[in-house]
């Protein structure tokens, strides 16, 4: 923001909200609107024309506004931001709104002595377009991207497929494109812990600050929103799709989840500078629970095109310290005990991360009151095990919906049943209407049968 603006208030502030599947939906008010009401309900929406809500005869929602998310818009000087909490008519919260789904894991958590600390690596492709060809199918469907990286659309230096990892300028040259968007990510009050080049070609990575599932959230769905702007300021597209390329890595969204005592202590962490118990457990109630799990942290059908092997993305439901092949992982410290933390990799970047990161808290929270345990940490490559008995993630979403159906009781204490049940209703009509279109690959594979 310039000097001219920094003392002037906004003319509009637009009320974000979150949708089930995720998607950021906006409302823009006066701000002297806004002054005025700042206490109380700010907005009002129809909540039969956002999926997964509400029908037609009970519509009415309404927004109160978050204020400690409240920021300016850095692209947009006149205009500032808040994330909204919804709420019914009557008012109480709304149960199906996803930042109140991360808020009650944490007030839930807290009543047993628990803060869950949560941090994030958000991974993205950026490429200089990408051309969809899906309206007119009874002609054909297709898509064709240009990177400014790909070998065979460029003659300056280059990455190399599945070797880009940790590069610099002048083979990175997506870091100019990081360093603004981050600049806009620390405008909205956020911030992050490092950025690089991430192993695919085109392929980039910012790990996010660490806080609360809510404030985690936050970040995320704000990270995306600044990414695509300064992506489309610079003439490019971010996608933040797993599996947008075939035979190089997908993107992934890892989290690394803690949980910690009133007095600041790391419950993952034991007297030997190893892990605790309470993390085994916790790790357990993730496996146990992995596969339904995985119909909130691997949302799509794009999803299961990144879980598969040799792309350092988690196939198996099993655990191993510093193993990029398990689904969870147990980082390395150093001797740091306030680092110990689990990573979970199964995770993408189209996910709700309100919800997701809520349901593998509350995945792990049920290991630790079940005792579940976890077995044994592998060390050897999990994609070299095939042929041994291991208990694996679904193989679609429909496989994943299913496991949720049959295996959702973990989530019940925060999330309701109605949430879930709309939640599966969505994703079974979006996977229902992608299977009806044939892709490119099947022409190629099936013309000479």
Known sequence: MGEAEAGKDPDFLEVQYIDLP?????????????????????????????????????????????????????????????????????????????????????KYLADSGYGPLAGAEVEFF???????????????????????????????????????YHLPEPMDTLEPIREKMLKYFRAFGYDFNATHHEVAVSQSEVSVKAGDPLFVADEIVTFKQVARQVARENGMVAVFLPKPLYGDNGSGLHFHLSLWDSKGNNLFADDSDGLSQTARYFIGGILEHGRSLA????????????????????????WGYSNRSAAVRVPATGGNKGLTRVEFRSPDPLCNPYLALAATFLAGYDGIVRKIDPGDPVSDNVYEMEGR????????????????????????PVMSKELIESYIEVKRRESDAIRMYPSPVELYMYMSY
Do not use: C, M
């Open 22 to 106: 995720g998607i950021v939906r906006s409302v823009t008010i006066p701000y002297e609107s806004y002054l005025k009401k700042s206490d109380g309900f700010i907005a009002a929406f129809d909540g039969s024309s956002v999926e997964g809500f509400e029908p037609i005869n009970r519509s009415d929602l309404l927004l109160a506004a978050d204020k400690s998310t409240f920021s300016r818009i850095p692209w947009r000087p006149e205009r500032a931001r808040v994330l909204g909490k919804i709420y019914e008519p009557s008012g109480q919260r709304y149960r199906k709104d996803p930042r109140y789904v991360a808020e009650a894991t944490i």
């Open 126 to 164: 950026l490429f200089k377009s990408l051309k969809i060809d899906v309206l007119n199918p009874l002609r054909g469907v297709g898509y064709s991207v240009v990177s400014q990286e790909q070998p065979w659309d460029t003659e300056a230096p280059h990455s190399v497929v599945k070797r880009a």
């Open 295 to 318: 119909a909130f942290v691997a949302p799509t059908v794009n999803s299961y095109r990144r879980l598969v092997p040799g792309y350092e993305a988690p196939v198996y439901l099993v």
């Open 389 to 412: 008995s291991l208990k694996t993630l679904p193989k679609s979403l429909d496989e994943a919906l299913d496991a949720l159906e049959s295996d959702y009781q973990y989530l019940l």
